[in-house]
């Protein structure tokens, strides 16, 4: 995969600001959670979705080193990522539909 951070060259961001919203952390979670209720999804694909594979997410922390007018908004949605995470294992945990141990 080739590195889209190029010494020299800046990929310019979009600062139309609401591409960087994000709804409440729980409500995402609420609805990733029905989808597994509802059988479309498996846990373990709801988790794999919510979460930022590690190359991604160095990815994007090199690109909020590099363009530092970015940064902020870059460490939000990945804390964001990491809320939603948090907030679904606890309706799983909270759950009586799923076994403990999916």
Known sequence: MKDFLVRDRRLVADHNAGA??????K???????????D???????????IAVPPS??????AYA????????????VLRFRES?????????KSSTYFPKSS
């Open 20 to 25: 960087w919203n994000t709804r409440p952390p």
């Open 27 to 37: 409500a995402e979670a609420k609805d990733l959670f029905r989808l597994a209720s």
């Open 39 to 49: 059988g479309d999804c498996s846990i373990t694909s709801i988790r794999e979705l």
């Open 56 to 61: 991604i997410e160095a990815t994007l922390r």
């Open 65 to 76: 080193r590099q363009c530092p007018e970015e940064g902020s908004r870059v460490e939000r």
């Open 84 to 92: 939603v995470a948090e907030e679904f294992e606890e309706l799983v």
